[in-house]
């Protein structure tokens, strides 16, 4: 079938158009995969922090059963660790310093 659309010259636009979008979008795609595997490798020191904190996390909320003292509310914990990542990656220590 797709050599009978050839034989028809009004469509040799249309196919024409049709290959060039799948050029761009096959480049698209590629630029993509590559993003993905850049965004792979920055997440992966990460994740042992994001485990740990789920940890913990974990052991606070089971803790205020004993007493209220030891609420936090699981916002309060991300910003405490995102302010915590953020100074470390600008090399200015802790923020519980």
Same mark, same amino acid.
């Given at each position: !079938?797709?050599?009978? !659309?050839?034989?028809?010259?009004? $469509?040799?636009?249309?196919?024409?158009? %049709?290959? %060039?979008?799948?050029?761009?979008?096959?480049?698209?795609?590629?630029?993509?995969?590559?993003?993905?595997?850049l965004?792979?490798?920055?997440?992966?020191?990460?994740?042992?922090?994001?485990?740990?904190?789920?940890?913990?996390?974990?052991?606070?909320?089971r $803790?205020?059963?004993?007493?209220?003292?030891?609420? !936090?509310?699981?916002?309060?914990?991300?910003?405490?660790? %995102?302010?915590?990542? $953020?100074?470390?990656?600008?090399?200015?220590?802790?923020?519980?310093?």
């Amino acid at each position: !079938m797709g050599g009978l !659309m050839l034989l028809d010259k009004t $469509m040799q636009g249309f196919v024409d158009e %049709s290959q %060039s979008n799948i050029d761009r979008l096959q480049a698209i795609l590629g630029d993509a995969k590559t993003l993905q595997e850049l965004l792979e490798r920055k997440r992966v020191p990460y994740f042992s922090v994001a485990t740990n904190c789920a940890k913990l996390y974990e052991i606070i909320s089971r $803790m205020s059963v004993l007493h209220p003292a030891y609420h !936090m509310s699981f916002a309060e914990l991300l910003t405490l660790v %995102s302010e915590t990542v $953020m100074a470390r990656y600008r090399g200015k220590g802790n923020t519980g310093k």
